[in-house]
């Protein structure tokens, strides 16, 4: 069975502060992915990779950076949090039939 | 890029009747389609799934049918039961293997009512 660990299930952050949101899976996937839920909008991609020191932006990336130096870790970075980033972040890996989910982080910038 | 829209945002079902949950998307690359289920407090859960050289495909209570010429796709449940409350997505994908990015739709809640 897929494992994807997300480092916190809540954080809460001031404005300004530099955030790193972890995430980690068991399975030797090469894809991982960030995706921020919000009530109404869905899932929304922010940042995936698809190899080891490789990644691409997603539809929202404003904000964001992300860190892919192993294979089964894949950092989302807010370098300078804002309110408008209060969410729920979900990490995902993938190698085939679908997207396999992390628990979420629930980030809340004050 | 690709456009995923859902309908409806809630439904409401009386326990044992159907539900059907639609979706359309815009970019007829798209070849993978799968369906989220995530309940209250925990993360989505693939529950289904359809690649574009199928038409329908069931599994049990569940079925999702699939029409490419005009680019929607639906999630069908028979006999709901009150597990099947949560808020359901769907998504597509251009690759057909479902191991890259996923573009969701903007979710549907349904309540089963007893």
């Known amino acids: 069975d897929v494992k994807v660990t997300q480092s916190s299930r809540y954080l809460v952050k001031r404005t300004g502060e530099k955030v790193f949101l972890e995430c980690v899976q068991d399975?030797?996937?090469?894809?991982m992915f960030w995706y921020r839920q919000d009530p109404g909008l869905g899932l929304r991609l922010i940042y995936f990779?698809?190899?080891?020191?490789?990644?691409e932006k997603g539809d929202i990336p404003e904000g964001y950076s992300v860190s892919r130096e192993k294979k089964e870790r894949f950092s989302l970075i807010l370098e300078s949090a804002s309110t408008n980033q209060t969410s729920m972040y979900l990490c995902?890996?993938?190698?085939?039939?679908?997207?396999?989910f992390g628990q979420g982080t629930r980030l809340t910038v004050v | 890029g690709e456009n995923v829209e859902q309908h409806p945002s809630t439904l409401s079902v009386q326990e044992g009747d159907s539900a059907v949950i639609k979706c359309t998307y815009s970019?007829?690359?798209?070849?993978?389609f799968p369906w989220y289920k995530q309940e209250l407090g925990k993360r989505p859960q693939l529950i289904i799934d359809i690649r574009s050289n199928v038409g329908e495909k069931k599994d049990q209570r569940i079925a999702v049918t699939l029409n490419k010429t005009a680019k929607h796709f639906s999630l069908h449940i028979t006999e709901t039961q009150p597990e099947d409350s949560a808020v359901y997505f769907c998504?597509?994908?251009?690759?057909?293997?479902?191991?890259?990015?996923?573009?969701f739709g903007t979710g549907t809640r349904l309540t089963i009512i007893p």
């Open positions: 399975m030797d996937h090469e894809n």
């Open positions: 970019d007829s690359a798209s070849n993978y």
């Open positions: 995902a890996s993938a190698h085939s039939g679908g997207n396999h």
């Open positions: 990779s698809y190899d080891v020191k490789m990644k």
């Open positions: 998504a597509a994908s251009i690759n057909a293997e479902g191991n890259e990015k996923l573009t």
